[in-house]
Nanobody, 123 residues
Framework: QLQLVESGGGLVQPGGSLRLSCAASTATLNYYAVGWFRQAPGKQREGVSCITNSGAFWHYVDSVKGRFTISRDNAKNTVYLQMNSLKPEDTAVYYC????????????????WGQGTQVTVSS
């Protein structure tokens, strides 16, 4: 069974940075679109960013544009989410997920998920 593993979360002060990683332990991420999602307490899971195999990307949350960068290293079978200028409202559990070929901001359209990594932005 495919397992996606997120890492890189933690506690950071407002204005700080974190880089999340999403790696596949038993299968390839190549030829798949990989999305990053987040879920804050009491809120629905929302799409943050997504990247296709060819490197095309989308940001689905206006507030992360200019602050977050999604990238992938197909040789390492890993997708990254670089998060800069973090704000308290970015606090959430961040998940990565994959789906065939095309990006989507709808979490229901993704097939395989990681267990999530906690990001807390607080002073």
């Amino acid at each position: 069974q495919l397992q996606l593993v997120e890492s890189g979360g933690g506690l950071v002060q407002p204005g700080g940075s974190l880089r999340l990683s999403c790696a596949a332990s038993t299968a390839t991420l190549n030829y798949y679109a990989v999305g990053w999602f987040r879920q804050a307490p009491g809120k629905q899971r929302e799409g943050v960013s997504c990247i296709t195999n060819s490197g095309a990307f989308w940001h689905y949350v206006d507030s992360v544009k200019g602050r977050f960068t999604i990238s992938r290293d197909n040789a390492k079978n890993t997708v990254y989410l670089q998060m800069n200028s973090l704000k308290p409202e970015d606090t959430a559990v961040y998940y990565c997920a994959r789906r065939r070929i095309y990006c989507s901001g709808n979490p229901n359209e993704y097939d395989d998920w990681g267990q999530g990594t906690q990001v807390t932005v607080s002073s």
